[in-house]
C-alpha cells in the first residue's frame, strides 16, 4: 500500500512538472498572456483587457526567455515589426517594464508631431475626425473625447484620442530620428500616453527588447479580474476574442 502511495505521488509530481514545463515552452516560444493596467492605448485597448502576444512574430531575444536570462545574443529568426503593429516590449530605460504601444516609427524614420498631427519623413499622416469616444465612469458621469481615425503610409488605420485638442504637451515636438536597429512607439490615447516622445523616459524602443505581437484579446472586465465572478455584469463580452488592429 505505502509503495503505491509512493508511486502515486511521484507520478502526480511528474505530471505537475511536465505541465509546468509545457506551459513554459508555449510562453517562451509562442504566446504569452498579457493584461492592460492602464489607459495609454485606449480606444483601442481598455483597462481590464487581457490579451495573447505572439512571441515568434519579430523572432527571440533575452526578454522572450523567462526572468530575461541572458542566454539569446541579440535577436534570432528576426522579423522586421511592421509599421502600425501594437506591440509590446521592455521599457529601454530600465529594461524590466513591460510596456504595449503601437509602433509608429522604423529605423531611419524622422518623426514629428505638429498641431497635434502625426508627421512621418516630413509627410503628414492623414487623420480624420469621426465619432467622439463615450465612457462612463463609476460615477455614472459621461465622458466625452474627440477621436480620430488615423491611416500610416503603409495603408493601416487604427482610431486615436486627442483629449486636449491639438494643445497637449507633446502635440508639438521636435522631429525624431530614429537610430538603426531602433523604432518608435506611441500610444493610441495620444495626450494620455508616455512614449517615444518622452526621451527621457521611455525613448527609441532597442529591437532586442521587443517581446512580441499583440494579436488578440481572451479576457476583458470592467473590473478586477480576480472578484470578476462578484462582478459578472462588468465582463466585456463583446470584446473577447477580438483581434488587434
Known sequence: MSRSKSHGLRETVKTVLYAIL?????????????????????????VGDYLFVSKF??????????????????????????????????LPTNNETDYIKRIIGLPGD?????????HINGQPVTRERVADHVERDGN?????????????????????????????????????????EHYFAMG???????????LSFVGYVPRANLVGRAEFLFFSVDGEFLKFWKRFP?????????GIE
Open 22 to 46: 509545457i506551459a513554459l515552452v508555449i510562453r517562451t516560444v509562442a504566446y504569452e498572456p498579457f493584461n492592460i493596467p492602464s489607459g495609454s492605448m485606449i480606444p483601442t485597448l481598455l
Open 57 to 90: 512574430s519579430y523572432g527571440y531575444s533575452r526578454y522572450s526567455l523567462p526572468l530575461g536570462l541572458p542566454l539569446i545574443p541579440g535577436r534570432i529568426f528576426f522579423s522586421e515589426p511592421e509599421r502600425g503593429d501594437v506591440a509590446v516590449f521592455k
Open 110 to 118: 524622422q518623426i514629428q508631431v505638429r498641431g497635434g498631427v502625426l
Open 140 to 180: 455614472g458621469n459621461v465622458h466625452r473625447t474627440r477621436r480620430y481615425r488615423e491611416t500610416l503610409p503603409n495603408g493601416r488605420s487604427h482610431y486615436i484620442l486627442e483629449a486636449m485638442g491639438d494643445l497637449g504637451p507633446v502635440d508639438n515636438t521636435p522631429v525624431y530620428e530614429v537610430p538603426p
Open 188 to 198: 493610441d490615447n495620444r495626450d494620455s500616453s508616455r512614449d517615444s516622445r518622452y
Open 234 to 242: 462588468t465582463i466585456r463580452f463583446d470584446r473577447i476574442f477580438d
